[in-house]
Every structure is written in structure tokens, then in C-alpha cells.
Nanobody, 119 residues
Framework: QVQLVESGGGLVQAGGSLRLSCAASGRTFSNYRMGWFRQAPGKEREIVATIRWDSGTTSYADSVKGRFTISRDNAKNTVDLQMNSLKSEDTAVYYC????????????WGQGTQVTVSS
């Protein structure tokens, strides 16, 4: 059973940085695509960034390109999201998710971590 545990959220001023980490366990993730999603109050959940575990291929939402970086650590089985130049509109609960790379939807989710950016 896949388990995903996020950490690293918190309160930061606009322009600052935070690094989120997702500890993944329960599977060998070489055939998985990992994703970071976020959901702000009153808004739908949106995808932020994804990474294919085996190749390291990444993708980003336009709103975070050039500011956020997703990476994975094979030794630690973690997927990190480095967030720089944070804006108030980045405030949301951030979720780590996983799916087999050929699946159409993510079916494994973490509990979420709150990121609040003060302006």
C-alpha cells in the first residue's frame, strides 16, 4: 500500500522560499509519476508539478514555472518541491500524489501540508 507523508509547510513572507518534502513508502516507485497539487480556499485542486520517478522528466503549471522545482531522491524515497519567489496566490494546502505512469488519474494521496504566504 502506497503511503505518502508531506512535510515542510509553513508561513513565509512574499518573495521567500519553502521546501516541501514527500516521503513515499509501500512500493517501488520506478513505474510511478509523482505529483504536487494544491488547493486554495474556495478553489478547485490544481496540479503544480510532476516528475516521472524513473526518468526524472518533469512538468510544471504555468503559474509556477521558473519559481518551483520538483525533484526526487532515490536513496531517500522522497519527492521535494522547492518553492522560490513565493506569492500570496501560492497560499494553499499542498498535496503529494502518486500514480502508475500509464494511469489516467492519481489514486494515492498524502494528507496535505499548509503553505501560507503573507504579503
Amino acid at each position: 500500500q502506497v503511503q505518502l507523508v508531506e512535510s515542510g509547510g509553513g508561513l513565509v513572507q512574499a518573495g521567500g522560499s519553502l521546501r516541501l518534502s514527500c516521503a513515499a513508502s509501500g512500493r517501488t516507485f520506478s513505474n510511478y509519476r509523482m505529483g504536487w497539487f494544491r488547493q486554495a480556499p474556495g478553489k478547485e485542486r490544481e496540479i503544480v508539478a510532476t516528475i516521472r520517478w524513473d526518468s526524472g522528466t518533469t512538468s510544471y503549471a504555468d503559474s509556477v514555472k521558473g519559481r518551483f522545482t520538483i525533484s526526487r531522491d532515490n536513496a531517500k524515497n522522497t519527492v521535494d518541491l522547492q518553492m522560490n519567489s513565493l506569492k500570496s496566490e501560492d497560499t494553499a494546502v499542498y498535496y503529494c500524489a502518486a500514480k502508475l505512469y500509464y494511469s489516467t488519474s492519481y489514486n494515492n494521496w498524502g494528507q496535505g501540508t499548509q503553505v501560507t504566504v503573507s504579503s
